[in-house]
């Protein structure tokens, strides 16, 4: 009770001040939204035009608009156009009732309201006016525009229609289909629709459904095949003559097919908004649209220069730029960067998603920020003739990726056999490549260069991962230009393959990074060292704990200096040997010994260096010689991790190293004709040697 009469006169209060307040405070909302009144039944293709200009403010205060569909038909993909204001439109694209709703709004308040349209289809039953096409056209034939209302329909096709003669189609025309239909521009035939920009031409279904009629099968070769400011919509539900797949606009091979595009748009195809086969020309000078497709375009390799920034891909339900897989062989240099889903650069762009094997004969350039999705079964092979620059940036890389993410080895790779200066990876990310061996190749690598031709390339600022098979692979003679700040990771094999002639690239490779690879480092496979002159080639201690692994015998026939620090892996059986003029100076220090070991931590898993060669410059100092002296060596006709055949006055200077863990001797002198330092044994430790020390 206590509380009670404490309250209740705080409470008299507050009541009696709010019956004196009522008379100054505003009302919670002064908004009256008011959507208007649409009269009558309307039809399906008409305009709609919307008024909420009688919603209003009382209180006089500004707000703003915001209509959007609260119901509409099944399937519909009708549009509200400028619908922040207070007078939007929409085309109603099928027959049912629209619900829209307007909202208004300021920075304290909100009403809406909402209005419910009732759209039926118009009897688009042909007339005294439409005109009926339901025959081949076999002479010249210009088509008028019948109506000056464009949602009438002027003419309507109701059979497969074969055009073989020249077909004019004027601004503003509309061509319907029955369900199934098509039209097919066959040799000698022709088309030229020519709209404007206040005029396209239309080519539409009877019913404007996704799929309801067949297309435009381009199967001409004239240039003069034109379709401008003009809109081919609803087709794409069935496969042309001739044709495996379905598209709204097709271009048939079999007569090598051309056809001009620009300023159109393909909208709404069940299939392929637009079909380009290997040998068919699609110029493609301006901006066209490709909207609301189930897949927008399927293209040939050739023709990927085509797309540019001036072509727009938007709300297509697959949203990729298919690549059937061709040779690319153009008078000028090809262009390919990637499609855009709107204007803004790189920020929305679509990928290519390539099938097949991509030959590329000419000179190629890709611009940054171009995805790849690689099918399966695709590669890209640069053919001698043929260059591929590939120059991302940071912000905006270029990649070639699986199209299923695999632990390694999804699709076949890039292989390179031109020796053009301009091959060119930058910036660029190669991820899954590396399935199996590509055409000519006997290694599966992500990236392989051939040698017979020479092939050459610059890789900077790049990624290679998840190969089946090496990183990158080169064939004896080819070479790489330069490389630097380049990722190898999670590839099967080892990262980078090559031979001892490629290896002194390892001298000028800057900040290269091996991650989680079958071997972390550089493999130098069966191949002789051979420089012209007899110069000395350099092989550099690599960085991060990454080791050179020797996976088949390496013949030295001109020198080779190993530098403080290299670590060589030697695989079962391999051996090394130096032979004529050539020499193997290995000088370490003692914080950065030189070392030779088995790639397996086995006792005598490899054969040893063996030295059929005289020359001065055979130095030993700080090496560590492990796991050697497997078989007897060729000429010495002993066991040993180091050998010398007296029938070549072989010639070494040891001293300061370790020779362990052998089946053999440690060091075989074949006879007297060979020459090693007198204190061969005692300034050198040898440890866990089957048949000891020094043979001599």
């Known amino acids: 009770m206590r509380r009670i009469i404490v309250l209740f006169p705080m409470i008299l209060y507050g009541l009696l001040g709010c019956e004196q307040d009522d008379s100054t405070a505003e009302p919670i909302s002064s908004l009256e939204a008011d959507a208007g009144t649409i009269e009558g039944v309307q039809y399906v293709g008409e305009a709609i035009n919307l008024d909420g200009s009688k919603s209003k403010d009382t209180n006089g205060k500004p707000f703003q608009f915001s209509w959007r569909f609260k119901e509409v038909p099944t399937d519909s993909e009708s549009e509200l156009q400028n619908k922040n204001t207070a007078k939007p439109s929409f085309t109603p694209d099928m027959e049912g009732e629209y619900v829209v709703e307007l909202k208004i709004y300021n920075e304290t308040s909100h009403d809406t309201d909402e209005i419910t349209i009732s759209v039926e289809e118009r009897d688009t039953q042909p007339g005294e006016e439409t005109v009926i096409l339901d025959a081949d056209i076999l002479e010249d034939t210009h ?151 189930h897949k927008p375009m399927l293209i040939a390799a050739s023709q990927l220069s085509k797309i540019d920034g001036l072509q727009e891909f938007k709300n297509n339900n697959i949203n990729v730029v298919e690549v059937i897989g061709n040779r690319v062989n153009s008078t000028e240099t090809s262009f390919w960067s990637s499609p855009q889903t709107d204007s803004s650069q790189f920020t929305n762009s679509i990928p290519y998603f390539v099938r097949g094997t991509i030959e590329i004969a000419s000179e190629v350039y890709i611009a940054e920020g171009t995805r790849f999705v690689m099918g399966q079964d695709a590669e890209i092979n640069v053919l001698p003739t043929g260059s591929l620059m590939a120059v991302g940036t940071a912000t905006y890389p270029i990649s070639f990726s699986e199209q299923i993410e695999s632990e390694s080895g999804f699709w076949r790779g890039i292989s390179i056999t031109s020796d053009s200066p301009k091959n060119e990876f930058k910036y660029v990310e190669i ?149 004529g003029n050539a020499y193997l100076h290995a000088v370490g220090n003692n914080t950065s010994q030189i070392t030779f070991r088995g790639k397996n931590d086995v006792k005598g898993s490899w054969n040893g260096i063996l030295f059929q060669s005289g020359s001065e410059y055979n130095v030993f100092s700080n090496v560590n010689i492990k796991n050697a002296g497997k078989t007897a060596m060729m000429g010495v006709n002993k066991v040993a991790s180091i050998g010398l055949d007296g029938d070549y006055l072989a010639n070494l200077y040891i001293a300061n190293c370790i020779i362990s863990n052998g089946l053999g001797y440690g060091i075989a002198v074949e006879d007297n004709r060979a020459n090693i330092n007198d204190d061969a044994e005692t300034a050198n430790q040898f440890e866990d040697l089957d048949l000891g020390n020094l043979f001599q």
């Open 431 to 579: 991820s899954g490549a590396g399935s199996e061996e590509m055409e000519g190749f006997t290694q599966k690598a992500a990236v392989a260069l051939e040698g017979s031709t020479k092939a050459s390339l610059k890789l900077t600022n790049s990624k290679i991962l998840s190969s089946g098979g090496h990183g990158l692979f080169l064939e004896n003679h080819a070479h790489l230009n330069s490389l630097g700040f380049v990722q190898f990771k999670n590839n099967k094999n080892s990262a980078i393959s090559l031979s001892a002639n490629a290896a002194e690239i390892m001298n000028h490779a800057d900040a290269v990074e091996y991650l989680e690879n079958g071997h972390n480092g550089v493999e130098i496979f069966e191949s002789i060292l051979l420089k012209l002159g007899g110069s000395e080639t350099v092989w550099p201690a690599l960085h991060f704990g990454a080791t050179y692994l020797v996976s088949g015998n390496l013949a030295l026939q001109s020198g080779l200096k190993l530098s403080p620090g290299t670590v060589l892996q030697m695989a079962d059986n391999a051996m090394i040997g130096v032979f």
């Open 143 to 293: 088509l008028v525009n019948i109506f000056e209302d464009d949602t009438k329909i002027d003419y309507l096709v109701t059979e497969d229609i074969s055009v073989r003669a020249l077909l004019t189609i004027d601004p503003s025309v509309t061509i319907a289909f029955e369900a199934g239909k098509g039209m097919y521009i066959d040799n000698p035939g022709t088309i030229n629709a020519n709209g404007t920009a206040n005029g396209d031409i239309v080519f539409t279904g009877k019913t404007k459904t996704s799929g309801f009629w067949t297309g435009l099968i381009i199967n001409s070769n004239k240039d003069q095949n034109l379709l401008q400011w003009t809109r081919v919509e609803y087709a794409g539900g069935y496969n042309g003559r001739g044709m495996d797949l379905p598209a709204s606009v097709a271009l048939d091979n079999e007569s090598f097919s051309i056809l001009t595009m620009s300023n159109s748009t393909i909208h709404a195809s069940a299939g392929y908004g637009l079909l380009v086969e290997p040998g068919t020309t699609w110029n493609a000078n301006v901006g066209n649209t490709f909207s609301n497709n």
